[in-house]
């Protein structure tokens, strides 16, 4: 078994380093320290049923936000704000965390909206 923990830890390791980008965390009071790590930024197509002739509406995925445990160690509550771009080497962007996605062992995976301004 610690074989295995030691290749999915360098495997998220290198998905970080691949994809991800900077970013600070800021949870709502009192625990508002904001903390700096790095995010995995992505959207996920919706594979719901659509009723029959609603193909051409407009449908947009979810926007999803990986943080590694290791940098985050709690669950980030709703209304915690993220700054980190779309991309790498893209402009800073203020997200709102709006839910749960999924946890696993390695990763909190969060569904974000951007903030409106």
């Known amino acids: 078994m610690a074989n295995f923990d030691t290749a999915r830890t360098a495997a998220v390791g290198a998905n970080f380093g691949v994809y991800g980008v900077p970013a600070t965390v800021t949870r709502p009071a009192p625990d508002n320290a904001p903390v700096t ?57 203020t997200w709102v965390i709006d839910s749960v996605d999924r946890v696993d062992a390695y990763c909190w995976h969060m569904v974000v909206t951007l903030a409106v301004s």
């Open 37 to 93: 790590c790095t995010v995995i930024n992505r959207v996920e197509q919706l594979q719901e049923r659509r009723p029959f002739g609603g193909d051409f509406q407009k449908r947009e995925g979810r926007r999803v936000m990986s943080f590694r445990k290791s940098e985050i160690a709690t669950q980030l509550p709703r209304g915690t704000t993220v700054v980190a771009p779309e991309r790498k080497g893209g402009a800073d962007k």
